[in-house]
């Protein structure tokens, strides 16, 4: 079974400051991770996504995530964060058994200040 | 390219109605297709997955039922609406070969039960 906890339910930065948002998963089985954006009242768009190719991985809109297995992280990072960038952000994780359905964390609202 | 489609949009429904939720893909064949409820400020629970026509698993009881009935349509219905039925309803559909299972997502209906 998988599982995934995203630290911090807000998180608010300023126009420009890097943007770090938190995910740590459990994955009895070697892990597919990925990132999923939600603007208001619209469906998930995939960011990025980890398969075991490269552990730091580059995303659509400047945002990337590094897979550390020792720290059974995957951290959504962006070096300047945008007034486009505030959403609500999604991690989850499948694994190569079963039903391969993603198991979402309770996501995290980035709001950006200007 | 694939495109996925879900209406209606938006859906206020009074409670003990029935309900038919539709979801299309189109642009690719025999994918996995997932009903997920999203409430509001909570995450995502998978509610129904289908591997092809006919074959429909149940993630959690509830009133809610589904079916695929063609290739790439996949329906969420309920015969009586509980006020707990309100949420954002997401289709979703992946590759039913290979890796990494990223999942593809529809824009999503609004469902108010009154």
């Known amino acids: 079974a998988q599982s995934v906890t995203q630290l911090g339910s807000h998180v608010s930065v300023s126009e420009g400051a890097l943007v770090l948002l938190r995910c740590n998963y459990s994955?009895?089985?070697?892990?597919?991770l990925f990132w999923y954006v939600q603007y208001p009242n619209q469906g998930l768009q995939l960011l990025l996504k980890?398969?075991?190719?490269?552990?730091l991985v580059k995303g659509i809109n400047g945002f990337e995530a590094e897979f550390k297995k020792s720290e059974t992280s995957f951290h959504l990072t962006k070096p300047s964060a945008h007034m486009s960038d505030a959403a609500e952000y999604f991690c989850?994780?499948?694994?190569?058994?079963?039903?391969?359905?993603?198991?979402f964390g309770s996501g995290t609202r980035l709001q950006v200040q200007p | 390219s694939q495109t996925i489609h879900q209406w209606p949009a938006t859906l206020v429904q009074p409670v003990g109605s029935p309900l038919s939720l539709e979801c299309t893909v189109e642009?690719?064949?025999?994918?996995?297709l997932y009903w997920y409820r999203q409430a509001a400020g909570r995450g995502l629970q998978l509610l129904f997955y289908?591997?092809?026509?006919?074959?429909i698993s149940s993630e959690v009881p509830q009133n809610l039922s589904a079916s695929r009935p063609q290739d790439r349509q996949f329906i969420l219905s309920s015969k009586k609406l509980l006020l707990s039925d309100s949420g954002f309803y997401l289709c979703?559909?992946?590759?039913?070969?290979?890796?990494?299972?990223?999942?593809?997502f529809g824009p999503g209906t609004r469902l108010t039960v009154t």
């Open positions: 979703a559909w992946r590759s039913a070969s290979g890796g990494p299972y990223e999942q593809y």
């Open positions: 994955s009895s089985v070697p892990p597919y």
């Open positions: 980890y398969t075991s190719a490269a552990t």
């Open positions: 989850a994780v499948t694994a190569d058994t079963g039903r391969r359905a993603l198991t």
């Open positions: 642009g690719t064949s025999n994918p996995n």
């Open positions: 289908s591997v092809g026509i006919g074959q």
